[in-house]
């Protein structure tokens, strides 16, 4: 096979010459080539740079326009002075009509309230409340010891004095209250005297004769005499009662002064309020005993009755998917934990104040029942006060005042002894709650560096041990109503000279105003002195339809507190 010429030029013989010639007329090509590109990237640069400086410009403009134009705004106007004086009573004027205004729509009696979602809504007038109560003791306003019941009884009897939730006293049918001694008070009425006197004394008969069975019997038990003298009533006590001024606020009797609302009707099963002096939208509240919670929980769900109170867990349960409202109140139960105030250890502050550091009640009161527990921390049943769960807080407190760690427990040099700190729980081997709750004491003390040895005795024996105070510490279940007097704890919380003259500070006040700073004062120095640790508070609920309203100040023996507001919510058509 013979070889194949692909490019028959490629050996084209050719002269120098012109070779030379060639390569200088590429070069120029190239040359010119190369030149325009760079002018066609000269003037794109060149392009771009007037864009921009144009935008810049532009921009430039507007702001100085903007500015002009702020500027223009910014120019003062002239008023005159004559103006400007009309201006001011016109404002006046119309601040004046509004509030008239204001007023005039406080005083409406068909009432527009606000929800707990903070709506505005208008309630129902003339509506009957339907209460119901499970297992209700009796009807028998005299002899019932239920709260509700005795709250509502309250309503329909009218008292001299109210309690609120800072313990200041709000005089009712009082006028004036004169403490001459712990033993004698004079309590000037508002009104006539003469009728006045005559339900007092009624009633305190009434409460007498009824004596335990009645609520309100601890409150009238220590009155010697009520006697009536000239413009006054005079109470004399067997002992001495420097509370006494509190204990006023017992109810009159039925159906008497200036009552809100009277009983109308009442048999076995159910209690009828009737409204007769009330602003409220309520005209009737009824209050039914259920024998069988499970029908009242079914009235409750086919909306025969608006209001039904529970305090456990199988109750709630029962409810189902209905949709509610839930609201918690005290009813009197709390577990608080006190001290030997002649420990040796337990008498220290920084000790008292590095438990109550170390205790995380809230984990607490979720393993002992989470759904009708809160926390407590003074045996006022209304103490804002609120003691803290911190380590670091609870280590600092002792460490500042001389203890230090060894081996894991804190040890202090105490008149030349070298203790431990170790303190002894006494519990009542019978009570599984009290148990529990020293468990968790013990784990969350020792965390810290507090040592806790729990001593469960048999409850014949607890009583011995509490009586010769062989224990630093102790649980123990405590009952508080509405009152601030807790003298009943004296032993316990007067723990030394700070609480003893906070005490006698309230022994000897004067004056209503002066024993209600005093018993504020006693809070105060209950609370700085950790003078006890309140654990929980037991609680109940108050269970009620998605269309009533007006229960957010809820509390003990509170339960109507914003009667004006509670009622059924007028439902709006679309």
């Known amino acids: 096979m013979s070889a194949q010429i692909i490019d028959p030029q490629r050996y084209k013989k050719t002269t120098r010459k012109e070779v030379e010639k060639k390569k200088k007329n590429n070069k120029i090509r190239y040359s010119t080539k190369k ?133 200041e006293l709000e005089y009712v049918l009082a006028e004036k209250i004169e403490k001459v001694s712990n033993k004698e008070y004079l309590v000037y009425l508002k009104g006539n005297l003469n009728k006045g006197f005559e339900c007092v004394a009624n009633s305190v008969q009434k409460i007498t004769e009824n004596k335990d069975n009645n609520i309100y019997y601890k409150n009238i038990a220590n009155i010697k005499e009520v006697v009536k ?78 209001v039904f109170f529970a305090s456990s867990d199988s109750i709630m349960q029962l409810i189902g998917k209905h949709e509610y409202n839930i609201k918690k109140y005290r009813d009197g139960e709390n577990l608080f934990l006190f001290g030997n105030k002649n420990s040796e250890l337990f008498k220290l502050t920084e000790v008292r104040k590095a438990l109550a550091y170390s205790i995380k009640r809230e984990d607490i009161i979720k393993e002992v029942n989470n759904s009708f527990s809160e926390l407590i921390d003074l045996p006022f049943i209304y103490s804002d006060v609120k003691y803290k769960y911190d380590i670091y807080g609870a280590e600092n407190e002792l460490l500042s005042n001389g203890w230090k760690k060894e081996n894991g427990i804190y040890v202090k040099e105490i008149n030349g002894t070298k203790r431990k700190l170790e303190l002894y729980i006494l519990v009542n081997d019978e009570d599984s709650t009290k148990k529990k709750v020293a468990e968790n004491i013990k784990k969350m003390a020792e965390k810290v560096g507090i040592k806790i040895h729990i001593n469960k005795v048999k409850k014949e024996d607890f009583e011995n041990n509490l009586k010769d105070k062989k224990y630093d510490i102790i649980l123990a279940d405590v009952y508080i109503n509405q009152y601030p007097d807790i003298r009943f704890l004296n032993e316990y919380i007067n723990i030394n000279e700070n609480t003893n003259n906070a005490f006698e500070a309230v022994n000897n006040s004067k004056s209503k105003e002066e024993l209600e700073k005093n018993v504020a004062s006693l809070q105060d120095v209950l609370s700085s002195e950790i003078a006890c640790i309140g654990i929980l508070a037991r609680n109940s609920n108050m269970v009620y339809q998605k269309y009533i309203t007006g229960f957010d100040y809820t509390s003990y023996m509170m339960i109507f507190n914003d009667l004006k507001n509670i009622g059924k919510i007028v439902k709006k058509e679309n």
């Not at 100085?64 to 705004?73: D, I, L, P, R």
């Not at 204990?247 to 209690?271: A, C, H, M, V, W």
């Not at 009828?272 to 005209?283: G, I, Y």
């Open 229 to 306: 003298e000239n413009n006054y009533i005079r109470f004399s006590l067997k002992e001495d009662d420097p509370y006494f001024i509190y204990r006023l606020d017992f109810p009159l009797g039925e159906n008497t002064i200036d009552e809100l609302y009277q009983i109308n009707t009442k048999n076995d099963s159910k209690i009828n309020f009737l409204r007769t002096n009330s602003d409220s939208t309520l005209k009737n509240i009824t209050l039914t005993n259920y024998t069988d919670t499970d029908d009242m929980v079914k009235d409750f769900r086919d909306d025969k009755i608006d």
């Open 35 to 167: 030149k325009k590109e760079n002018d066609l990237k000269y003037k794109k640069e060149k392009l771009d740079k007037i864009k921009k400086e144009k935008k810049r410009l532009d921009k430039k403009k507007a702001i100085k326009e903007e500015n002009s134009y702020t500027n223009v705004k910014k120019k003062k106007v002239y008023i005159p002075t004559f103006l400007k004086v009309c201006i001011v009573i016109v404002i006046i004027v119309g601040i004046g009509f509004l509030s008239r205004k204001i007023v005039s729509f406080e005083n409406m009696p068909i009432l527009s309230v606000f929800s707990n979602k903070d709506t505005k809504v208008e309630l129902e007038n003339d509506y009957t409340l339907k209460l119901g109560i499970s297992k209700l003791d009796t009807t028998d306003v005299l002899k019932s010891k239920n709260i509700v019941l005795n709250e509502l009884n309250l309503l329909a009897s009218n008292q001299l004095v109210k309690i609120n939730k800072k313990y």
